[in-house]
């Protein structure tokens, strides 16, 4: 049996045995929820006085709509400028983490607003956004070149309906 299929046939009552029994952790049951949504293992096998481990997570379906994440802002470089160019450089790295899909940089060419860059990508899932929310990849690019290099901004994350 593949793990994932372990995974998805986990009952209420084998978490308590493993939990009683010291064999698992909260921090444990965090990370079996998120490999069941990253692997999609939603399907509920109900079975008579036990629910498998996926039942308790009956919302994993709506996190498994993909994601996309855009911003639009504006550098208080000049266009054109060596530090424009390295600002780029540096979210070219974001493409690498694991996750990220269709990645865009993106350069405004009307005057309908005051924003004159972007950045697009989308996630399969909120666990793979989660997982590059909290990557040391983006977190030491927000540290070392946005909070220094951006001047405006608008974040959006949104879904298809």
């Given at each position: 049996?593949?793990?994932?299929?372990?995974?998805?046939?986990?009952t209420c009552s084998d978490v308590g045995r493993f939990k009683t029994a010291g064999m698992?952790?909260?921090?444990?049951?965090?990370?079996?929820?998120?490999?069941?949504?990253?692997?999609?293992?939603?399907?509920?096998?109900?079975?008579?006085?036990?629910?498998?481990?996926?039942?308790?997570?009956?919302?994993?379906?709506?996190?498994?709509?993909?994601?996309?994440?855009?911003?639009?802002?504006?550098?208080?470089?000049?266009?054109?400028?060596?530090?424009?160019?390295?600002?780029?450089a540096a979210t070219g790295k974001l493409a690498t983490i694991t996750g990220v899909k269709?990645?865009?940089?993106?350069?405004?060419?009307?005057?309908?607003?005051?924003?004159?860059?972007?950045?697009?990508?989308?996630?399969d899932n909120q666990a793979s956004y989660d997982i590059y929310n909290h990557h040391p990849?983006?977190?030491?690019?927000?540290?070392?070149?946005?909070?220094?290099?951006?001047?405006?901004?608008?974040?959006?994350?949104?879904?298809?309906?």
């Amino acid at each position: 049996m593949c793990l994932a299929a372990f995974v998805a046939e986990l009952t209420c009552s084998d978490v308590g045995r493993f939990k009683t029994a010291g064999m698992i952790t909260r921090k444990l049951l965090c990370t079996l929820k998120y490999f069941v949504i990253i692997f999609e293992c939603h399907e509920l096998h109900p079975v008579k006085h036990s629910l498998p481990f996926s039942y308790y997570f009956a919302n994993i379906k709506s996190k498994t709509t993909m994601i996309r994440h855009s911003v639009i802002f504006r550098l208080r470089y000049e266009k054109g400028s060596p530090e424009e160019s390295a600002f780029f450089a540096a979210t070219g790295k974001l493409a690498t983490i694991t996750g990220v899909k269709a990645f865009e940089q993106l350069r405004q060419v009307s005057n309908k607003n005051k924003f004159d860059y972007g950045l697009s990508m989308v996630f399969d899932n909120q666990a793979s956004y989660d997982i590059y929310n909290h990557h040391p990849i983006h977190t030491a690019f927000i540290q070392n070149h946005w909070i220094p290099g951006v001047t405006d901004f608008l974040e959006i994350d949104y879904v298809a309906m």
